[in-house]
């Protein structure tokens, strides 16, 4: 029966964040199919540069929802920290490739936060405050992502840490399997930035602020 709850978790999670709200929401704002533009991604970025900043705003805010909806979702099913970590996964690759669109998506950086928002809100927050400062500061969204990934790792793993020590404080309880939950996803994600490394070190990264060209 355990099994069957979290398959179930982990399907509900993979069916979320499969959603491609980038798409729906760009053919909504400008009756287009965002993957036919810039780099191709149905994430936030690649919407504002192709259809604007609301349109990006939109998409980013019902990433993160969807993949915080799955992790409630399977914490209400199965009440346990690792059926948390498996939806948070699964929406994170289903967002990034998702069944609905032949296996495509987004990078997932937006999906991982709010998974993390759902396991514990202030280093969520924290993280999604720190990837758009980064890249409203720099005008590298990519460069904010990267490094909100490495820091949300190290700050649960450090909470753990901490949590195990008296007085231990709501937000300082990080389970360990929640520190895996960081440091998968985020490996998975930094593997999706890896052509962005290479421009971000041969300085030919596109900044925010110009149109996406069409594919």
């Not at 969204?141 to 190290?154: D, H, K, N, P, Y």
């Not at 709501?170 to 985020?186: D, K, N, R, S």
Request: proline share 2%.
């Amino acid at each position: 029966m355990i099994v069957l709850e979290y398959f179930a978790a982990a399907l509900i999670g993979y069916l979320l964040g499969a959603i491609p709200f980038g798409i729906i929401i760009s053919k909504m704002a400008r009756g287009i199919d965002i993957r036919m533009f810039g780099s191709g991604k149905t994430g936030t970025t690649n919407v504002i540069r192709a259809a604007g900043g609301r349109a990006g705003l939109v998409t980013m805010i019902l990433d993160l929802a969807k993949a915080c909806a799955a992790v409630m979702i399977a914490w209400a099913i199965v009440h346990t920290h690792t059926a948390q970590v498996v939806a948070g996964l699964a929406a994170v690759v289903g967002h990034i490739w998702s069944v609905y669109i032949r296996f495509q998506g987004g990078r997932g950086v937006a999906t991982y936060v709010g998974g993390l928002m759902a396991m514990n809100w202030l280093v969520g927050l924290c993280t999604a405050v720190l990837i758009l400062g980064i890249g409203r500061l720099t005008r590298y969204m990519s460069l904010g992502s990267i490094v909100g990934m490495v820091a949300s790792f190290l700050a649960m793993l450090g909470l753990m840490v901490w949590g195990m020590r008296p007085p231990i404080i709501y937000l300082t309880v990080v389970q360990p399997v929640q520190v895996v939950f960081c440091g998968l996803a985020a490996g998975i994600i930094l593997v999706q930035h890896r052509d962005n490394v290479q421009r971000l070190l041969k300085g030919t990264e596109r900044k925010l602020g110009g149109r996406a060209e069409t594919r």
